[in-house]
């Protein structure tokens, strides 16, 4: 996927402007930032529900305008934070939408509904036959997530998917997400004002700002090197516990000592500085093995390497991280 | 029962029932046209923001005119008969017809309707899949108020020659004929209900109403 400049001319300035991304294939990308800085309408232009007022984007080798918008659409997984299901129609409906809407025939259809309500959770005996109103909202977003998969999409947008969720559920649809992705490899867009979410979710983050890209990086990236002070101050440079919840276990890393392993409690490569510190803290001890997947030692975590890792993130112009008040220099060119 | 003689109804049904079906046949042939009138004003009256009111305003200022003197008025130009009375029918039934159109459009959850575009919908599999089930509920019970209307002023057209169950009413009224006046009334209350329960049930069949039913709302 290839993105190379758009912009979106509003009163009063764009909402996105001239922005460029190159984005590998199987990637899950973040869209960060606050309200209003144009990560929606950014996302919206790539199936074009918005126009691009001038710049191009590419899916693979095709130029969006390339194709009629319908078509385009049907290409592309699309998920929103309100779900957008159809009221009036069954969970078994609003999934085959777009499978109908391409003409598969029916015994592919029917098979494909049940593979994917069984894909994210909801077995078909119970769900398929009921309305999206009968739902609690995280069985909804599943059916939304399951409707966007419906025609296997090597592209997926998601504006906000799980913004309207209660904590724990949104935890668990990540996961779900997280998994899919790791199973399907699609490229996945995915617009969220959550660091956390950010970071634990996507491969690369794309920091946004009044319409411009602030940052382009892996969320390691982001987090120990915030490209300037709005960026330190969405990764919560004046929080270590904060910023603790952000860097992962791999940032903090030392060499593996003899005679640790086995004896020392584990932590999981995957795992978050703030994990490590709570297993610190709880287990008295003062050395945490670290682990990857298959449980093999890697290495190992002290508290001063937490510490090392938690210290604010060095910036290009060492401003004061520590005032989050201020307004930000105005960006024109 | 003193009053209550159901002679004339007992003993010439067959021409209240040919006048019942008369009436029928022009009320339905007046809703025919009033509705794709009425679709087109109510998809502008939806779609366009400041052509709502003004549409709304113009399809209620036509339901004020008096019946009667409408009929009058349109003598000159179009004399009597059924003619006439479906252009009288057509305008009235307009302004129950927009507003549930215009309405039940605008009620409709705009994310869905992103949705819809979102999914790979063009605009036309939009309104016929989304947006036109989404509002149907509403339009029924316009196309509801709107025929029985329709029904009750088909009565008094029957003032022009239009023909219909008004006719029992005009003629019992000039013959001073109590017994004719009460057939033609029974059976006009009596196809007033039918259409109404009917259109009811209608309602209840549209996939919205259905989904609403089976949530328990």
Redesign the interface.
């Known amino acids: 996927m290839e993105g190379v400049s758009k912009i979106y001319p509003n009163t009063p300035r764009p909402a996105v402007n001239d922005v460029s991304l190159r984005i590998a294939p199987g990637e899950l990308v973040a869209l960060l930032g606050p309200s209003g800085c144009g990560k929606t309408t950014l996302l919206k232009m790539i ?1 074009r ?1 918005y126009e691009p007022t001038s710049g191009k984007i590419w899916i693979d080798d095709t130029e969006v305008h390339d194709l009629k ?7 592309i997984g ?1 998920v ?1 934070q ?9 969970i078994h409906d609003n999934i085959a ?2 499978p109908e ?1 391409l003409k598969w025939d029916k015994r592919r259809i029917e098979q494909r509904v049940d593979e994917l309500l069984r894909l994210v959770g909801l077995p078909p005996e119970d769900y398929a036959r ?5 739902l609690s909202g995280g069985e909804q977003q599943r059916v939304g997530l399951a ?1 966007a998969l419906a025609a296997e999409p090597t592209t997926m947008l998601m504006d906000e998917p799980f913004g309207a969720l209660d904590a724990i559920t949104r935890g668990r649809l990540q996961e779900e997400l997280a998994r899919i992705h790791r199973q399907f490899r699609q490229t996945i867009l995915f617009v969220t004002h959550d660091i956390e979410e950010a970071v634990h979710l996507a491969d690369k983050i794309v920091v946004m700002r009044e319409g411009r890209v602030v940052q382009f990086d892996t969320p390691l990236e982001v987090v120990t090197r915030p490209a300037n002070d709005f960026v330190a101050d969405l990764v919560g440079a004046g929080d270590v516990l904060r910023r603790l919840s952000l860097v992962p276990v791999a940032a903090a890393v030392e060499p593996l000592s003899d005679g640790l392993a086995g004896t020392a409690p584990e932590i999981s490569q995957g795992a978050f500085l703030r994990d490590a510190l709570s297993r610190l803290v709880d287990s008295g001890a003062d050395r945490l093995v670290v682990v990857d997947a298959d449980g093999h030692p890697t290495g190992t975590l002290s508290l001063r390497g937490v510490q090392r890792a938690a210290a604010p993130p060095s910036m290009d112009d060492a401003g004061d991280a520590a005032n989050p008040a201020a307004p930000a220099p105005a960006e024109r060119g | 029962m003193e009053g209550v003689d159901l002679s004339y109804l007992t003993e010439n049904w067959r021409e209240v029932w040919s006048l019942t079906i008369d009436h029928i046949v022009l009320s339905l042939l007046a809703l025919a046209i009033a509705l794709p009138i009425a679709l087109v004003l109510g998809v502008i009256a939806a779609r366009v923001d400041w052509l709502t009111a003004p549409v709304l305003t113009f399809v209620g200022f036509l339901y004020t005119i008096p019946s009667l003197a409408f009929l009058a008025f349109l003598i000159p130009s179009q004399g009597l008969g059924q003619r006439p009375a479906i252009i009288v029918l057509v305008t009235y039934s307009q302004v129950f017809l927009v507003r549930n159109i215009a309405a039940g459009l605008r009620g409709v959850d705009p994310t869905i309707l992103e949705a819809a575009s979102g999914v790979g919908m063009t605009r036309w599999q939009q309104l016929r899949k989304v947006w036109f089930p989404l509002a149907l509920p509403v339009i029924i019970a316009g196309i509801r108020t709107a025929l029985l209307t329709i029904i009750s002023i088909a009565a008094v057209a029957a003032w022009i020659n239009a023909g219909g169950l008004g006719d029992l009413l005009f003629r019992g009224i000039g013959r001073s004929y109590p017994a004719m006046i009460l057939a033609g009334v029974i059976a006009i209350v009596a196809l007033a209900i039918v259409t109404d329960l009917l259109l009811r049930f209608l309602e209840r069949l549209t996939p919205l109403a259905r989904a609403q039913r089976a949530t328990g709302r």
């Open positions: 199936n529900l918008a319908p078509a385009l659409r049907r290409r699309y929103i309100q779900t957008g299901l159809f009221p009036h129609l069954r939408v777009v809407l009921r309305y999206p109103a009968q409707r």
